[in-house]
């Protein structure tokens, strides 16, 4: 075995360690010629700023804006319980906040899974409410707390965020984020662009900041309302650990978006250490099956019930409950 082999089953099993699922996709390379290409393969044209991001950032960008650019959080300095945090966002309610010198285009529905990681969420609350206020955007997040107890669903969280926080507001950006992700540079714009997806995720402190292949779509991403409904949103058949993200690469492919990758610099993002979820032994299989489940999987067949709806002062959070046997799609084996 050759040292680049070494250095790729190195990054293998770090992937495995590491909070995005897309990295499981390399194990069906190892035994082929593909999997050296999509290792060595680096991104190297940058991402255009589209047309609305200019507009956005003429409307609002323009008034007195103070990022920062890159720069890796301490979080020994972050206040460790909510009520610490609320006190430093006075203008925030029910997680939603505007500013008030400028009008943004976009209204952003920032869309976050979630279980049991009380002591992650006052940490990525104050991270990306600070983040999203230098950027100006007109944003509120929303925690969407699985209550049953089924394996974690992060996709169809997702689906269900969607659905509901359009309740809320007409919101046409939508950040699907994990509650473990902070990203490090401020210039990394959330913003959407019709008829592209944004993958913002790409290089993650516990991957060494290393890009892992191009099909990788984990983490963070941000459709427009019309592409993710295009997609019909994510697969719901996913059910702990793994393959929903590669999932959903495919979907978006298969109807002919962009997928845009976000330069090196700006795609970075320290990942909060957490105890692994349990993998899904399935993912492999129900990876090979997307195409067959792509036209009845999906928003359209999402079952689920909302179980309570909480208005905290830094996020609106959502209770379901979901089913896992109305969420599978024609089950041809045993789960
Ligand atoms: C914002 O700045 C750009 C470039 O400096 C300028 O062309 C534009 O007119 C400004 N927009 C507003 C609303 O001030
Ligand atoms: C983080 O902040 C603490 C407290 O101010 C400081 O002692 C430490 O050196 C900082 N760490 C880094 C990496 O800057
Ligand atoms: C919250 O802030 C107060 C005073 O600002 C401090 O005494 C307390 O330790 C903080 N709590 C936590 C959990 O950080
Ligand atoms: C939450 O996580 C903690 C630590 O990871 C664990 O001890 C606890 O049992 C979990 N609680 C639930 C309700 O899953
Ligand atoms: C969305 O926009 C429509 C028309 O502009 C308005 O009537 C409606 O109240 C808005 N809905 C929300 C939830 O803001
Ligand atoms: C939602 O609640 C209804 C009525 O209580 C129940 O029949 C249904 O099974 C529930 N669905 C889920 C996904 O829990």
């Not at 359009?166 to 913003?191: A, G, K, W």
């Amino acid at each position: 075995m050759t040292n680049t082999d070494m250095s790729l089953l190195k990054k293998i099993f770090l992937g495995l360690l590491g909070t995005t699922a897309c990295v499981y996709l390399t194990f069906l390379f190892i035994n082929s010629d593909r999997y050296s290409k999509v290792f060595k393969r680096r991104l190297t044209t940058l991402s255009e700023v589209s047309l609305s991001t200019i507009e956005e950032l003429q409307t609002c960008l323009n008034t007195t804006l103070s990022l920062e650019g890159l720069r890796i959080p301490n979080l020994t300095l972050y206040p460790r319980d909510l009520a610490n945090v609320s006190k430093e966002f006075v203008t925030v309610q029910n997680g939603q906040w505007q500013p008030q010198t400028c009008v943004p285009k976009e209204r952003l529905a920032v869309i976050v899974p979630y279980r049991n990681r009380t002591e992650q969420l006052p940490i990525f609350l104050y991270h990306m409410h600070r983040f999203l206020q230098k950027q100006k955007r007109n944003y509120q997040i929303f925690i969407i707390e699985q209550q049953d107890i089924l394996s974690f669903n992060r996709a169809a969280l997702f689906n269900v965020g969607f659905k509901e926080s359009q309740r809320y507001d007409n919101f046409t950006c939508f950040i699907f984020h994990d509650v473990d992700l902070l990203p490090e540079n401020d210039n990394l714009f959330y913003s959407c662009e019709p008829g592209t997806v944004r993958h913002f995720a790409e290089l993650i402190s516990n991957m060494k900041y290393e890009r892992i292949y191009t099909e990788c779509a984990g983490g963070v991403t941000a459709f427009h309302i019309q592409d993710f409904q295009t997609i019909d949103g994510f697969s719901n058949v996913y059910w702990g650990w793994g393959g929903e993200d590669d999932d959903l690469y495919r979907r978006v492919k298969q109807k002919g978006l962009k997928f845009e990758h976000q330069p090196d610099e700006l795609a970075r993002y320290t990942a909060l250490k957490h105890a692994h979820s349990n993998e899904n032994a399935m993912r492999f299989k129900l990876l090979n099956d997307w195409k067959r489940r792509i036209k009845h999987d999906g928003l359209s067949s999402l079952v689920y019930n909302v179980s309570e709806t909480e208005t905290h002062k830094l996020y609106l959070k959502i209770g379901v409950n979901l089913n896992q046997l109305k969420n599978h799609v024609h089950i041809k084996w045993k789960i």
